[in-house]
């Protein structure tokens, strides 16, 4: 009886894990495209369209016009965007919901940073909760 239970809770535990790679993969792919969507709308400077996407979340830690300033100040002093690779990647799920973080080094016009994307699922979306960039033409001079 216990080796009869211990395989089912082994079965049940494999097809959650299975479940869950394929909403890993589908969640990564998701925060991948807002990441392209996120350099598109930088490199246009349409930096209160990339603000209008964020989650609640952000919005009440950043204000716009802060969020715009340092944008407008990455664009300054680092140009536009050139080239981007993604060296990490997390999938976190929980019971408050799924989040996807996502590293990449990035090449600008001026420059390299390492960008810092967070994301929250909203169903098959991924909504920006928080940006981060670091970068030695970003220190003060």
Not at 34 to 46: D, P, T
Not at 84 to 102: A, H, I
Request: hydrophobic share 40%; aromatic share 10%; charged share 25%.
């Amino acid at each position: 009886m216990i080796a009869r239970s211990a395989r089912l809770v082994f079965v049940l535990a494999m097809i959650v894990l299975a479940a869950g790679a394929c909403s890993t993969k589908e969640d990564l792919a998701a925060a991948e495209r807002e990441v392209e969507k996120f350099h598109q709308a930088y490199n246009a400077g349409r930096y209160d369209d990339i603000y209008d996407k964020t989650s609640d979340e952000l919005k009440k830690a950043t204000g716009q016009e802060a969020f715009v300033a340092m944008l407008e100040t990455v664009q300054r002093r680092l140009g536009k965007m050139t080239e981007t690779k993604r060296e990490n990647w997390k999938v976190n799920f929980s019971t408050g919901g799924t989040t996807v973080n996502l590293v990449y080094e990035t090449s600008f016009a001026l420059g390299k940073g390492t960008e810092t994307f967070n994301y929250r699922m909203s169903g098959k979306k991924a909504v920006l909760t928080g940006y981060n960039i670091t970068s030695k033409n970003l220190l003060p001079r």
